[in-house]
């Protein structure tokens, strides 16, 4: 069951939320807002798994509202403006649902949502059993704690691990090397590098600083390195 918020201007659409919502069954809705304002607050005090948002409302847009929080629950934008849904997406809404809108693709909405929390619970529960793992070095079974990974450099065959404690070479494919880091610890910067976000210090789209390393970001990875960058940020 996800636990779901509503926050519009408009109390009928309100009501026709909580009656969709009533209508699926995996999608409770513990609170609804016409004042987004009273909606930080509460937000503040209870986990909240996901919000249903309007943009245009009174004293603060949705997508500025977005911005505001501390919090990160998944969001579904409905509004009666089309002209919304680029930016909407660039703030990784769930979806967007124009007004009015059907059972049908309420539905449709609410099953992503359903999809994405059960994909990151997976990813979560993976990074709490990823306590060590195991890189072939030579003849031998490394176990490496992932948290002293401070990166990953390609080097033909080979990949480089470059811990706190020193180097670790492992006769490796890249792809067999994003498999193995494959937690929201790391994320992929360069086709030669993986770097673990915690050691990141600083960046731009075309550099990755860890401490003092400076290593390159390649085109292809930009996006997911900005994606990152948002998430994270602290307004």
């Not at 026709?16 to 699926?24: D, M």
């Not at 069954?25 to 987004?36: C, L, M, Q, R, Y």
């Not at 401070?150 to 065959?157: K, P, R, V």
């Not at 994320?187 to 600083?209: E, G, L, N, P």
Request: proline residues 3%; contains cysteine.
């Amino acid at each position: 069951m996800l636990k779901a918020i509503a926050i519009d201007d408009e109390p009928i659409a309100l009501e026709v939320i909580k009656n969709l919502a009533g209508e699926i069954g995996f999608i409770s809705v513990a609170e609804t807002f016409t004042n987004p304002f009273k909606a930080i607050t509460y937000l503040q005090q209870n986990n909240i798994d996901l919000i249903f948002l309007d943009i245009k409302m009174p004293g603060i847009l949705g997508t500025d509202f977005i911005k505001t929080i501390s919090t990160s629950p998944m969001v579904i934008f409905t509004t009666a403006y089309s002209e919304h849904a680029v930016q909407s997406f660039e703030l990784d809404a769930i979806d967007f649902l124009l007004k009015p809108f059907s059972l049908a693709r309420f539905l449709k909405a609410c099953m992503k949502a359903q999809d994405y929390h059960k994909l990151r619970n997976i990813k979560e529960a993976k990074v709490a059993d990823r306590r060590t793992l195991f890189v072939k070095s030579g003849y031998e079974e490394i176990c490496v704690n992932p948290a002293d990974i401070i990166y990953a450099e390609s080097a033909g065959n080979y990949v480089n691990f470059v811990l706190t404690s020193g180097k670790l070479i492992s006769r490796l494919t890249m792809t067999e090397a994003v498999e193995l880091l494959s937690v929201p610890e790391f994320i992929r910067i360069h086709r030669s590098f993986i770097v673990a976000t915690r050691y990141i210090s600083k960046t731009d789209k075309k550099t990755v600083w860890l401490g003092n390393t400076e290593l390159p970001v390649g085109a292809a990875y930009t996006y997911e390195l900005l994606k990152f960058i948002a998430q994270n940020k602290k307004l």
